[in-house]
């Protein structure tokens, strides 16, 4: 049990190493693009979710105080 215990914890400080030096995914509602394409593909608007910048903040950044 306790093996699962340390496990965990190691995890966890692998993923806040990785939180810490990429803090940035790819947005949800854009794919890391920052825009949306008309359906004819020639026009395309700046991404609302993540205001034309095509990623978001991760969840564990934000856990560390991150903007
Ligand atoms: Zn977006």
Redesign the pocket.
Known sequence: MTQLIVLGLIVAAVYAIQCLIWPFAA????????KHRSPSGKAFRS????E???R?LRLGRKLFGGR
């Open positions: 947005c949800r509602s854009c794919g890391g693009t920052g991404c609302g979710a993540c034309g910048k095509g978001r």
